[in-house]
């Protein structure tokens, strides 16, 4: 069955260093997500990206993130400086179309020290 | 916006029905979702219902839908130990973007 994948599993990072987490959504997917989880919390939505360009973002996207599809299957999310607080887990999830299930990756682990 | 919650915890033993509650504040929020985390693990797609449903069964797991509630059930029937997990309720716009999850409900699945 077609899946998420997500790269790396775990990212440790200095602060203040640039971090780029990878997304691979399912292949005829056109909808792409990316949420977080900071331990112990909710999953919260960041930004949704839809036809090369982000169709909505959460006040927690602000212009330290950004996302980017560079190639046909890629979809990434970039912190530019990272800061102890970006600590969570990032999950990535696509969907076919409107009106259709998101599914997940397995997440990637983001620790900033 | 939107406000999703769930009670946090629940226990059952094993073979026994769990049901997880949620609630949510929306009315029009359209597609409604169980999600299942295992630790450490990313988020599992378990079942979905859309808000012209009441009800959807899949093997053992069945959704309810109070729409003029806003509330949101999934029960497991025969709740084995492999059920134990964070179960998290999300719903979304009728565009299916942006959603919005509750806390999640661990679930514990006692011998």
């Known amino acids: 069955e077609p899946e998420v994948t997500q790269t790396p599993s775990h990212q440790v990072t200095q602060m203040g260093q640039e971090v780029i987490l990878r997304c691979v959504p399912i292949?005829?997917?056109?909808?792409f997500y990316w949420y977080r989880q900071i331990l112990g919390q909710k999953v919260e939505f960041l930004v949704s990206?839809?036809?090369?360009?982000?169709?909505?973002k959460s006040e927690i996207f602000d212009d330290q993130f950004s996302v980017e599809r560079p190639d046909g299957s890629n979809f990434t999310l970039k912190i530019r400086s990272t800061k102890l607080e970006d600590s969570a887990m990032y999950f990535c999830?696509?969907?076919?179309?409107?009106?259709?299930?998101?599914?997940f990756g397995p997440g990637t682990r983001l620790t900033v020290t | 916006g939107e406000d999703v919650e769930q009670s946090l915890f629940l226990s059952v033993r094993e073979g026994d029905s769990s049901v997880i509650n949620c609630t949510y504040t929306?009315?029009?929020?359209?597609?409604l979702y169980w999600y299942k985390q295992e630790p450490g693990a990313g988020l599992q797609l378990l079942t979905y219902?859309?808000?012209?449903?009441d009800m959807k069964q899949d093997q053992r797991l069945t959704v309810l839908l109070n729409k003029k509630d806003k509330h949101l059930s999934l029960r497991i029937a025969d709740t084995q130990t492999g059920d134990s997990a964070i179960y998290f309720c999300a719903v979304g716009d009728n565009y299916g973007q942006n959603f919005v999850f509750g806390p999640g409900t661990r679930l514990s699945v006692l011998p």
């Open positions: 292949s005829n997917h056109l909808y």
């Open positions: 990206f839809y036809n090369n360009e982000i169709s909505e």
């Open positions: 999830a696509s969907m076919r179309d409107r009106h259709y299930e998101q599914y």
């Open positions: 929306d009315s029009s929020s359209t597609y």
């Open positions: 219902i859309f808000s012209n449903m």
